[in-house]
């Protein structure tokens, strides 16, 4: 986001992370959870481009209406799809983060590279308020992703032993289809949301 470069690589690396583990499981399964596990590694991938230093890549103006239209069509599919699994609903909550952070973030590159059209009276306080979000809205996100990532951590806190999971369906790893990782991949995720709505 705008943050200093090594957190923006930390959340670079994680969320590619994240991606890249939802692709292996994608292959591990089938059916409904398939679709979940592809929905979150467009996320997750989407979500390391958002963060990638701007130091490094500026984007061009137009990635950030790029951006909103994707995570725009992935919380229409998954509003459909959540008529079969209720997680969905939570996948389209953190589309429509993104959609937010992508339309919130897009005046305040643009502002950097035509200061001189918002530098006086009222053009530079709307430019402000809008660059920065709307503060209802993004302490509404916060308080849902701190309440998701407190309730998935305590989840993945052991209390008994667990039953032996089926293997894989599809052709991946045996250990992609693990429970406890789709957790923390969850939760990781819901980390790096946590944190890209701080930068706002």
Same mark, same amino acid.
């Given at each position: ?47 390391? /481009? ?51 952070? /992508? ?23 709307? &430019? ?25 951590? &305590? ?7 667990? &039953? ?30 946590? /944190? ?5």
């Amino acid at each position: 986001m705008h943050g200093p470069a090594l957190s923006g690589w930390l959340l670079v690396a994680l969320c590619a992370a994240v991606g890249a583990y939802c692709l292996l499981r994608m292959r591990a399964c089938v059916g409904e959870e398939r679709r979940a596990a592809r929905a979150e590694a467009v996320m997750g991938f989407g979500m390391a /481009a958002m963060a990638l230093p701007p130091v490094v890549l500026t984007p061009p103006s137009w990635s950030w209406a790029a951006y909103a239209a994707l995570f725009g069509a992935a919380t229409v599919a998954d509003l459909l799809a959540a008529r079969r699994d209720g997680h969905r609903l939570h996948h389209a909550v953190g589309s429509l983060a993104m959609v937010y952070m /992508a339309l919130t973030m897009a005046p305040s590159a643009a502002t950097g590279a035509q200061g001189v059209h918002t530098a006086h009276g009222a053009g530079a306080a709307t &430019a402000a308020t809008v660059a920065g979000g709307v503060p209802l809205l993004t302490g509404g996100l916060l308080l849902y992703y701190t309440v998701y990532v407190l309730r998935s951590g &305590a989840r993945l806190v052991p209390v008994a032993p667990h &039953a032996r999971v089926a293997g894989p369906v599809g052709g991946g790893p045996a250990w992609a289809t693990r429970p406890e990782l789709t957790l923390a991949c969850r939760l990781s995720m819901g980390l790096a949301t946590l /944190a890209m709505l701080c930068t706002l």
